[in-house]
């Protein structure tokens, strides 16, 4: 089984940078790779998709502020976080999305960002 391993996860303050990392056991390339995130109570939410040729969407709350991008060599997917505000605080999380396919199949543990002033 492919294993996603989420980190860079931490407590910033309102304004501060993160920048998130997920590693795959395998191969990304041919992989639309995402992050979704779930705060407390809420449902989990798509943050920014990057498909296998680079292509990239955002989640209107985060566009302008976040950046995802991948590195098929590393087989390392990256979320860059600026901005942060304290809705951005939730657990986030790295999963992949097969050609063909209309849902994310394997998802990492999850890295928690608090936001907090």
């Known amino acids: 089984q492919v294993q996603l391993v989420e980190s860079g996860g931490g407590l910033v303050q309102p304004g501060g940078s993160l920048r998130l990392s997920c590693v795959a056991s395998?191969?990304?390339?041919?992989?639309?790779m995402a992050w979704y995130r779930q705060a407390p109570g809420n449902e989990r939410e798509l943050v920014a998709a990057?498909?296998?040729?680079?292509?990239?969407s955002y989640a209107d709350s985060v566009k302008g502020r976040f950046t995802i991008s991948r590195d098929n060599a590393k087989n390392t997917l990256y979320l860059q976080m600026n901005s942060l505000k304290p809705e951005d605080t939730a657990v986030y999380y790295c999963?992949?999305?097969?050609?063909?396919?209309?849902?994310?199949?394997?998802w990492g543990q999850g890295t928690q960002v608090t936001v907090s002033s």
């Open positions: 999963t992949r999305r097969q050609l063909g396919t209309r849902t994310y199949d394997y």
């Open positions: 990057i498909t296998s040729f680079g292509s990239t």
């Open positions: 395998g191969t990304i390339s041919t992989y639309v």
